[in-house]
């Protein structure tokens, strides 16, 4: 079991190791811009590793046993051998049988896609949350590899016979192991399955006290870059992917006295590990339960249009379906003068804004547009906007701050323990104080029942629906 802790279930500690890349490009596989490796190099570079050589090769369909052409591995084999790698990373997935297949051929170390991104996250994470998450999905990827890491699969103890009584003493390594991994993930899991449910408690308590706004995009489109431009800051921000793991919460003033909750999220990738998609779902809970997602592109990577479509099935994938969506093209100062702005394939702003109208272009490091998005998130913070009489108990200090505060206000009028505001109030606002629980009338009447009967119900977007606590109003 040492051997399986230290070596299977931990990081692969390939930091500084000699490190070929190696691709294999499918007929199902889009085509990925003219450097199908870019992305596995800047994974690699991430996880510090060396690289000394690349590859790729072209197929119809993978090879059984190696996943590589029988030249391609033997061409491998010589390159590793020449270079002096000690490390092979394939960007793709390789069952248990080709892993072994190819170190067996090679005779170095063979990781896949997901065992690097695996290694990154594994070396990343800082608080305990992320920590159990990376734990977690290392068992889930290693347990069907466990026959691999042991050749010898011999008795514990030799030459005691098989049957009822002695199957403890004679049992394999691998049966012991994998005992020992149900029990580890059984804990693991009990232990993250508590901080979500906290984690979850202060989420749905934010989103009633406020309006939330979720960045999502990318690994490396700028979001934490975005993030401290738009409020006080202090998410980490780098040129690496998945610099950011966990989840920042901080405060956007959208001006007029108008603020929501912004989050910081973990970036998404290609082929992310299903089992990493879903251990980090507790994660991603301010996305799922935002009113609203930002998804952030690099406006200045050619691969940006694909990196969207990932963003957009991972949202579905985990869920966060509910939340409006509005795109973010940042980086946008590169466009014009940067060496990426002339990169071949890069996709021009009346491009974007043709296929997406309501993009929004900003700069994080010049601050180009930021402005704007914050208009363009307080108008559909506000929703629908109307001028309305609303009548508030002087007792209820906290509603009456709120509308002072939030709603521009054309007079006052005191009555015997009320007030009545003539205020411009918007359809998301009122439905915020309700969620709270403030009692209050809207030009005479309850204001749900207002509501009802007199605000037309905002139009249902075609493409999401209204978060339920909206659909429940607007459908009484």
Not at 284 to 300: I, N, R, T, Y
Not at 435 to 459: H, K, L, T, Y
Request: with cysteine.
């Amino acid at each position: 079991m040492k051997g399986l802790m230290e070596t299977g279930l931990a990081a692969s500690r390939i930091l500084a190791e000699r490190t070929i890349l190696v691709h294999v490009q499918l007929p199902a596989d889009r085509v990925r811009g003219h450097d199908p490796l870019a992305e596995l190099r800047a994974l690699a570079d991430t996880a510090g590793v060396h690289v000394v050589g690349e590859l790729t090769q072209n197929l119809k369909q993978p090879r059984g046993a190696t996943y590589l052409g029988k030249g391609k591995v033997e061409e491998l084999a010589a390159m590793a051998s020449s270079l002096q790698a000690r490390v092979v990373i394939l960007d793709n997935d390789l069952s248990p049988s080709q892993v072994q297949g190819l170190e067996e051929a090679i005779r170095c170390k063979v990781l896949d896609r997901s065992e690097l991104i695996l290694d990154i996250f594994a070396n990343r994470a800082t608080t305990r949350q992320a920590q159990l998450q990376v734990e977690i999905a290392q068992l889930q990827y290693t347990a069907p590899r466990l026959r691999a890491m042991w050749a010898h699969l011999g008795q514990v103890t030799g030459g005691a016979p098989v049957g009822v009584g002695t199957r403890g003493p004679g049992e394999q390594q691998l049966e012991i192991d994998r005992r020992l991994v149900k029990a580890r993930l059984d804990r693991l899991r009990g232990e993250l399955q508590e901080i979500a449910g906290r984690k979850s408690r202060e989420v749905q308590a934010r989103r009633t006290e406020h309006f939330t706004v979720g960045l999502v995009g990318y690994t490396n489109a700028g979001k934490s870059s975005l993030f401290n431009a738009l409020t006080r800051g202090g998410a980490f921000a780098n040129d690496q992917l998945f610099a950011t793991l966990g989840t920042r919460v901080e405060q956007w003033n959208l001006g007029g006295g108008n603020t929501c909750m912004l989050s910081d999220t973990v970036g998404f990738i290609r082929e992310l590990p299903h089992h990493l998609v879903a251990s980090f779902r507790s994660t991603l809970e301010d996305a799922v339960h935002a009113h609203m997602l930002l998804l952030v592109v690099d406006a200045g990577d050619p691969l940006a249009a694909e990196h969207l479509e990932v963003v957009q099935a991972t949202l579905d994938e985990i869920g966060a379906t509910e939340p409006q969506r509005v795109l973010v093209l940042n980086k946008v100062d590169r466009l014009a003068d940067g060496p990426r702005g002339a990169a071949h394939g890069v996709r021009p702003l009346a491009e974007w804004h043709r296929l997406h109208p309501d993009a929004m272009a900003v700069s994080a490091r010049t601050g180009t547009g930021l402005v704007q998005l914050a208009a363009a998130v307080l108008e559909r913070m506000k929703g629908a906007v109307r001028t309305l009489h609303v009548e508030v108990p002087l007792r209820d200090a906290r509603t009456v701050d709120f509308l002072e505060k939030r709603c521009p206000v054309h007079g006052r009028e005191y009555a015997d323990g009320s007030v009545t505001l003539h205020v411009e109030i918007g359809r998301r606002q009122v439905d915020q104080l309700l969620a709270r629980g403030a009692a209050f009338r809207i030009e005479g009447m309850p204001a749900a029942e207002f509501v009802r009967a007199r605000w037309d119900p905002a139009p249902a977007r075609p493409d999401r629906g209204l978060p339920p606590h909206e659909r429940m109003v607007a459908e009484g």
